[in-house]
């Protein structure tokens, strides 16, 4: 597991964002166990009050739970995982619309290139 931690966000959020990316794409499985605080503090070399942080975030948000000293694990609850998803695309959407705004592309322009893009990526 590695991140690569930018300078603008807390780094708790950066590793909240890390797992519901992860979960999004599947490497996260629903029920899976994820190392603990202090083991992934260990591993992305972050303070372990900031892996406690970004756990306590992630527990109350519902996208992992632990039962009494197991270790934690991820959500089984599916209208989570769909809302993770879902959070994540309309992020990536937001930011693209803004940039494509700044420079003024007609909406018809921007559709047919997304789609030839998104088309050619599959086939590689």
Known sequence: MSVNFNKRDPVYVQVIRHFKEQIATGILEPGQEIPSRRELANRLKINPNTAQRAYKEMEEAGLIYTERNLPSKITKDEAILRQVREELIDEAVDSFVH??????VPIDDVVDRVKKKFESEEDQ
């Open 99 to 104: 940039s494509i705004r700044s420079i003024q």
